[in-house]
C-alpha cells in the first residue's frame, strides 16, 4: 500500500492554457475526492466518486473544471482555459466504504501556478 | 454560509505546554469530526477524529473534547512539543458524505 498517488506535483503554466492532474487512490478504496487548498486557508470541497459515479460537484467547480473516474480506479482532474485564479494546491483524498468511519486519505496534492 | 470555524488563526506554546484549538460548526447532521494535521508541503494526515455520540477522545497526547449541545468541539494537544509545529485542521461532515474544514490553525511550539 503505497497511499495516494498524485501527478504531476507541480505544475505552471500560462493563463488560457488546458492542465490534467492525475490521482491513484489507495488500492480498493471505492471513494474518490477532489478538494483545493489555497494558501493559507483549509480543504475546499470539489467533487466526489462512489467507484465510477461522480455522486457531488461543487458550486466552486466552474464547467472549465472536469473530473472523471474511468473504471472506478485512478481520477483525473481537468482545468480548461486556466485562470489566476485556479492556482492553489488540488488535494486528491480516497477512502473506503469498509472503515466504516468514512475516513479520508490524502494524497501530498498537485500545486497549479498560473501565470 | 461557513459551516466550520476554527480559532485561533495561529498559536505559540513552549515546549510541554498545552494547545488548545477551537472549531464550531452549524449543520446539525454532521456525524464525524476529524482533526488533520498538516506540514508545509504535504497532505493533510489525519490526527484523531471523534463521533457525536461521545464527548471525549483521547490518542496518546491528542484528546477532542465534543460538546454537541453548542455544536463545538476542541482539540488538545498535552506536553506540545516541536515536532508538533505544523498546521492543523478541524473538519465535520457526514461520513462518506463530503467534509467541511475550518480555516486552520498554524501552531508554533517553541523550544
Known amino acids: 500500500d503505497t497511499g495516494v498517488s498524485q501527478d504531476p506535483r507541480h505544475k505552471i503554466t500560462k493563463r488560457g492554457q488546458n492542465v490534467t492532474f492525475r490521482c491513484d487512490p489507495i488500492?480498493?478504496?471505492?471513494?474518490l475526492y477532489w478538494y483545493r487548498q489555497t494558501l493559507g486557508q483549509g480543504p475546499e470541497f470539489l467533487t466526489y466518486?462512489?467507484?465510477?459515479?461522480?455522486?457531488?460537484k461543487s458550486r466552486l467547480l466552474s464547467d472549465r473544471f472536469s473530473a472523471e473516474r474511468p473504471k472506478g480506479s485512478f481520477s483525473t482532474l481537468e482545468i480548461q482555459r486556466t485562470e489566476q485564479g485556479d492556482s492553489a494546491m488540488y488535494l486528491c483524498?480516497?477512502?473506503?466504504?469498509?472503515?466504516?468511519?468514512?475516513?479520508?486519505?490524502f494524497g501530498e496534492g498537485s500545486r497549479l501556478t498560473v501565470l | 454560509q461557513q459551516q466550520v470555524k476554527q480559532s485561533p488563526q495561529s498559536l505559540i506554546v513552549q515546549k510541554g505546554g498545552i494547545s488548545i484549538i477551537n472549531c464550531a460548526y452549524e449543520?446539525?447532521?454532521?456525524?464525524?469530526f476529524p482533526w488533520y494535521q498538516q506540514f508545509p508541503g504535504k497532505g493533510p494526515a489525519l490526527l484523531i477524529a471523534?463521533?457525536?455520540?461521545?464527548s471525549e477522545k483521547k490518542e496518546g497526547r491528542f484528546t477532542i473534547s465534543f460538546n454537541k449541545s453548542a455544536k463545538q468541539f476542541s482539540l488538545h494537544i498535552m506536553d506540545s512539543q516541536p515536532g508538533d509545529s505544523a498546521t492543523y485542521f478541524c473538519?465535520?461532515?457526514?461520513?462518506?458524505?463530503?467534509?467541511?474544514f475550518g480555516s486552520g490553525t498554524k501552531l508554533n511550539v517553541k523550544p
Open positions: 466518486f462512489q467507484n465510477e459515479a461522480q455522486l457531488e
Open positions: 449543520n446539525t447532521a454532521f456525524d464525524y
Open positions: 471523534i463521533r457525536p455520540d461521545v
Open positions: 473538519a465535520a461532515g457526514e461520513v462518506f458524505n463530503k467534509f467541511y
Open positions: 483524498a480516497s477512502s473506503s466504504d469498509a472503515l466504516l468511519t468514512g475516513e479520508l486519505f
Open positions: 488500492s480498493e478504496h471505492n471513494r
